[in-house]
């Protein structure tokens, strides 16, 4: 499992760089919400690297990645990130292993 956190702008450029040679996903999350923490227990299980940032530590990054991509914050939220563009996401109970398996396929 590659699950490592990220903090700033320069993480997420840097984790943009990343999804040049390989599909990625951005998880957002909250870490006092009982339902962000079944979807973490999702995230935990998927095999592509995921890129996980905390909300309440971490709002102005949550922040910029919402405008980078226009994709509006819901928490919890996946972003799954290729060559540097959104390929999908989805938020509180659509986030789920398998579905982001079975898209990881199709790329």
Do not use: W
Not at 1 to 13: A, E, G
Not at 61 to 90: C, T
């Amino acid at each position: 499992m590659n699950y490592q956190k990220i903090h700033s702008v320069d993480d997420f450029n840097e984790v943009l760089e990343k999804s040049d040679s390989e599909l990625i996903a951005l998880f957002k999350h909250s870490s006092t919400c009982d339902l962000s923490a079944a979807a973490k227990v999702e995230m935990e299980n998927v095999t592509l690297p995921v890129y996980e940032l905390i909300v309440q530590t971490a709002r102005p990054l949550s922040n910029h990645i919402e405008d980078h991509f226009g994709i509006r914050h819901e928490s919890p939220q996946v972003i799954l990130v290729h060559k540097g563009k959104p390929i999908y996401n989805a938020s509180h109970r659509d986030v789920k292993a398998a579905t982001i398996h079975q898209l990881a396929e199709s790329v």
